[in-house]
């Protein structure tokens, strides 16, 4: 699987936007980019996915450059809810395989 | 919808002890996935199965595990005899196959593991 770069550890003050980055200059034609996060004592969850076009949905917004290697998670108002660890991960559609390989993720904290 | 139910939640044995960890995948879920959580290795894809049948196990550490499903709704983890390294959140997850949109993986709460 193509590697994803993310920073261990942000800050964002509540009621601000976090842009969260990964780094992915490996990624191939076929490979999706998802992000899952992951609440405290809680398993992961699914936050949004992409593959080209910059995408929207009620809980994020993912931002993917131009040429792919790097994209960017939005949340547009931090809450307390959102402090969790994000995982940025890449899964090669064409291959038929639905495995998530899971780096070290991101952890978000969110001051009040 | 319930969701991923896992039992139990919390356990604690004795080094030598066999443990089976539980899993109920969501209704219609077609893979189903068991991970391992540690601090020091992150979250580790053990196994993951597609309509019953293991697809691959090349994550399970060694045979001292071992997985079933031995129908749709319900699998386990076994670990036989279980040791201290093993102590680990254990997480199943499930999914419904890609049928052109795409589909999550559903994570259930977790197994909390201790082995002393």
């Known amino acids: 699987d193509a590697k994803t770069t993310q920073p261990n550890s942000m800050e964002s003050n509540e009621e601000e936007p976090v842009h969260l980055p990964c780094n992915h200059s490996?990624?191939?034609?076929?490979?999706?980019i998802h992000w899952y996060r992951q609440l405290p004592s809680q398993g992961p969850e699914y936050v949004i996915h992409?593959?080209?076009s910059n995408v929207n949905n009620r809980m994020a917004s993912l931002a993917i450059a131009e040429d792919r290697k790097s994209s960017t998670l939005i949340l547009h108002r931090a809450t307390l809810r959102d402090a969790a660890v994000y995982y940025c991960?890449?899964?090669?559609?064409?291959?038929?395989?639905?495995?998530?390989?899971f780096g070290k993720g991101t952890k978000l904290s969110v001051i009040p | 919808d319930a969701g991923v139910i896992q039992s139990p939640r919390h356990e604690v044995t004795e080094m030598g002890q066999e443990v089976t960890l539980r899993c109920k995948p969501i209704?219609?879920?077609?893979?189903l996935f068991w991970y391992r959580q540690t601090m020091m290795r992150g979250l580790e894809l053990l196994i993951y199965?597609?309509?019953?049948?293991?697809?691959?196990d090349s994550g399970m550490p060694e045979d001292r595990f071992s997985a079933k499903m031995p129908n749709a709704s319900f699998s386990t983890l076994k670990i036989q005899p279980s040791e201290p390294r093993d102590s680990a959140v254990y997480f199943c997850?499930?999914?419904?196959?890609?049928?052109?949109?795409?589909?999550?993986?559903?994570f259930g709460p977790g197994t909390r593991l201790t082995v002393l």
């Open positions: 997850a499930s999914r419904r196959r890609e049928t052109g949109s795409y589909n999550e993986q559903f």
């Open positions: 490996t990624i191939s034609g076929t490979d999706y």
């Open positions: 992409g593959l080209t």
């Open positions: 991960i890449l899964r090669d559609s064409g291959a038929g395989s639905y495995q998530l390989t």
């Open positions: 209704s219609g879920h077609d893979y």
């Open positions: 199965f597609n309509n019953n049948v293991p697809i691959d």
